[in-house]
């Protein structure tokens, strides 16, 4: 594959960062995953926005506009002929304060109609910048994902040691209720994703009950069905949760597949508005 690399596009395999580079050294980087369609970063701005947000948390000046970096992935996107794809932008830092930009594009892997989880335990401070952040700075999740992935499952959800479910290792969760639905509040050190984000406005415009809140596990027993969110597979239904030795199961709700619809019109929508700036054929 070619990626972007510091204003170039060139093969993986040329791809060299130095050593001095604090992502390297210390996890002190960002990055953002994009789906893109049709040529188009879905949701551009938010990512932006929140790449943005984030250097600024961080104390990681990055002053570089929204314009260009569209047009680096655009780069990408015609170098390895694409139109749909993930997309990942790395954005790190030397100790001398240069920045190395990373952008890579693979082509969308076909989803399941389901995600299976496994619950894995994890003491976490609520307030660190590894979690509410998307850091380079990943390890936890790494192994987390890996573990979940070794035992038959799509992804891990962690769970904080009072038994409280957070968020997966690269996902937002979201239980469907009797009368509501509920999902981790941001302090918990959840991640403020795009998707979930884009979920929360849609049941508010729909006049669907929502709660953030501290969802404790016994929530599972409850629950009437799963639901998990990110960029790359949008909204998706979770079949099972294996907590400890227990497992639950959960049928696809109407509510979810309601849901599902409504967020695929607004990705539509978003394609619709920016299908004029499209490069790649």
């Known amino acids: 594959?070619?990626?972007?690399?510091?204003?170039?596009?060139?093969?993986?395999?040329?791809?060299?960062?130095?050593?001095?580079?604090l992502s390297y050294q210390f996890g002190y980087g960002l990055f953002e995953t994009i789906r893109c369609e049709q040529g188009i970063p879905v949701f551009f701005e938010e990512h932006y926005e929140r790449l943005t947000h984030s250097a600024k948390e961080i104390g990681m000046t990055?002053?570089?506009?929204?314009?260009?970096?569209?047009?680096?992935?655009?780069?990408?996107l015609?170098?390895?002929?694409?139109?749909?794809?993930?997309?990942?932008?790395?954005?790190s830092k030397r100790v001398e304060e240069k920045f190395n930009v990373l952008v890579m594009a693979s082509p969308l892997e076909k989803l399941p109609t389901s995600y299976s989880l496994m619950t894995y335990t994890l003491?976490?401070?609520?307030?660190?910048?590894?979690?509410?952040h998307?850091?380079?700075?990943?390890?936890?999740?790494?192994?987390?994902?890996?573990?979940?992935?070794?035992?038959?499952?799509?992804?891990?959800?962690?769970?904080?040691e009072k038994n409280e479910l957070i968020e997966?290792?690269?996902?937002?969760?979201?239980?469907?209720?009797?009368?509501?639905?509920?999902?981790?509040?941001?302090?918990?050190?959840?991640?403020?994703g795009v998707t979930?984000?884009?979920?929360?406005?849609?049941?508010?415009?729909?006049?669907?009950?929502?709660?953030?809140?501290?969802?404790?596990?016994l929530y599972l027993n409850k629950a009437k069905s799963v639901f998990i969110t990110n960029a790359i597979v949008g909204i998706m239904p979770v079949s099972k949760?294996?907590?400890?030795?227990?497992?639950?199961?959960?049928?696809?709700?109407?509510?979810v597949t309601k849901l599902k619809n409504a967020y695929d019109v607004c990705v539509q929508e978003y394609l619709g508005k920016h299908i004029d700036s499209v490069v790649v054929q």
């Open 1 to 21: 594959m070619l990626v972007f690399l510091n204003g170039q596009v060139i093969n993986e395999e040329d791809a060299k960062i130095p050593i001095s580079d």
């Open 62 to 76: 990055f002053p570089v506009e929204q314009e260009e970096i569209k047009r680096w992935i655009k780069n990408v």
């Open 78 to 91: 015609t170098a390895n002929k694409l139109s749909s794809a993930r997309v990942k932008i790395i954005i």
């Open 123 to 132: 003491g976490r401070d609520s307030k660190s910048v590894s979690f509410r």
């Open 134 to 160: 998307k850091t380079t700075s990943r390890a936890d999740s790494y192994v987390a994902y890996k573990k979940a992935n070794e035992q038959g499952f799509n992804d891990a959800l962690y769970v904080s």
């Open 168 to 192: 997966c290792t690269r996902a937002n969760v979201f239980l469907v209720m009797e009368d509501k639905i509920i999902t981790p509040l941001l302090e918990s050190g959840i991640l403020s």
């Open 196 to 217: 979930r984000t884009k979920i929360i406005e849609i049941l508010q415009r729909d006049g669907m009950e929502l709660e953030e809140k501290n969802v404790h596990s």
């Open 241 to 255: 949760v294996k907590f400890d030795d227990k497992e639950y199961d959960f049928s696809r709700d109407s509510i």
